[in-house]
Structure formats: structure tokens, C-alpha cells
């Protein structure tokens, strides 16, 4: 199971969330840097490797990742903290380091399933889809028929739907134009997705090359 903080306007640093403690830690640290800008966010995971190396449950992978958002809800709210599930108790006990956002950062859920769509719906604050460049206008009609699984989740939750916000995470293929890559987010603007950060892993390596691609980006 992966996760990754993603401060506003900055970078997303991925880690292993199998272990609630260190988690909560983290993220609690990190949001002293950037404050109110930390957005907490959380995958699955789908790596059978990834799982059997954190000791976790594949299987059980849904189950786990409820768990560990009920554990951090505890963790980031309230004291003393106590908490029994299937496969963490933590005792009562006092943890004082709390996010800066009160009464918590607002948690951010990455999912494909109908399943995982679902579960943003009953009980994330946002949604972590992700979009491919090339390919953009593809993406695009699939990202409507996520969100309309997910607003039908919040709905039957009691939720309001336009409360779960989204940022879009903007997959660059190798061998991709920068011109690719701001029609595509222009195009998620025009299609109500204002707020997206593109991901440059696979399309350029090394400080230099992302920075000329930052400024290519925010020229046009």
C-alpha cells in the first residue's frame, strides 16, 4: 500500500503507509513546513511484490487502507487515542504531535475501481485521479464516468458531492511535447478540473531537465 503527501504547489513524495504510527509522524511533521498546504494522499497499491515486502495483505488491501484512515482521523483528533480493529489496536495513549490544519488535513484518495471510487465517495475529502498525455481526450471521458460513480457514493452517503474536491494528476509519457502536456491541462480546466500537477517520471531525468520543463510549462 503506497501513499503520498502532496503539498499544494509542491512535489509528491511517495512511502510506505503500511505502518500507521510512522505515518501519522510524517505527515504531522511535514505540515509544520508547509502548513496548511499539505494534502495527504493515498493509493491501494497493486504490487504483489510492494505487499509481501511491507508484510501486508493484498487481499485485504481495501479493508486495511478504512483501517488505517480511521487510525489517522484518531491520531490527528483526538487524546488519549485508542483504537481496535482487524489489524491494528493501538492502547490508549497520548500523541501530541498534530497537523497544523485543524482539526485535519484534508485526505486525498486515489482509486480506479468501482470499489475504491466508491469508497472516496462515502468518506474522502478528494480524489487523486489520473490522466494520461498523450492520450488526454480518452482520459478525459473516463474521468467523467469515475466521478459520476463517486457522486453517486457521496450522495447515498448523505454527502455533498461538490464537497470532494479533485486534483489531477498529469501522467507524461517519454517522448511527449511540453505543447502535449498544456492542451491536456487546459482541457481538464475547460472540463471543470482546474487544479491538476503533472508528473514528469518517465518523461525527463535529472534537475536540470525538470526545471527547463517547468519553465516551458508556466511560459505558455
Known amino acids: ?11 509528491a513524495a511517495y512511502d510506505d503507509v503500511t505502518h500507521y504510527a510512522s505515518t501519522a509522524e510524517k505527515l504531522g511533521a ?3 513546513w508547509v502548513g496548511d ?16 515486502a511491507a508484510g ?4 485485504h488491501r481495501g479493508a486495511d487502507l478504512d483501517e488505517l484512515l480511521d487510525i489517522l482521523d484518531a491520531l490527528w483528533t483526538t487524546n488519549p487515542v485508542a483504537h481496535q480493529g482487524r489489524r491494528w489496536s493501538i492502547p490508549p495513549s497520548w ?14 484518495l486515489g482509486a480506479f475501481t468501482t ?11 478528494g480524489w487523486l485521479p489520473v490522466i494520461q498525455v498523450p492520450s488526454g481526450r480518452h482520459n478525459l471521458d473516463l474521468l467523467k464516468q469515475q466521478r459520476s460513480i463517486i457522486d453517486d457514493a457521496a ?6 458531492p461538490a464537497a470532494i474536491h479533485t486534483h489531477v494528476r ?8 511540453v505543447e502535449q502536456v498544456t492542451e491536456t491541462v487546459r482541457l481538464l480546466a475547460d472540463s471543470g478540473y482546474p487544479d491538476a500537477f503533472v508528473d514528469l517520471m518517465f518523461a525527463v531525468s535529472g534537475i536540470d531537465e525538470h526545471l527547463e520543463w517547468v519553465e516551458r510549462l508556466l511560459a505558455r
Not at 1 to 11: D, K, S, T, V
Not at 56 to 59: D, E, F, G, K, V
Not at 170 to 177: D, I, L, M, P, Q
Open 1 to 11: 500500500m503506497l501513499g503520498f503527501a502532496l503539498p499544494q504547489f509542491g512535489e
Open 30 to 32: 511535514e505540515s509544520f
Open 37 to 52: 498546504r499539505l494534502l495527504p494522499g493515498f493509493g491501494i497499491g497493486w504490487s504483489p511484490e510492494e505487499f509481501q
Open 56 to 59: 501486508a495483505s493484498l487481499r
Open 95 to 108: 500523541v501530541d504531535l498534530k497537523p497544523v490544519r485543524r482539526p485535519r488535513p484534508p485526505i486525498y
Open 115 to 125: 470499489a475504491g471510487l466508491t469508497r472516496i465517495g462515502r468518506r474522502a475529502d
Open 155 to 160: 450522495l447515498a452517503a448523505g454527502r455533498d
Open 170 to 177: 498529469v501522467n507524461v509519457a517519454a517522448g511527449s511535447e
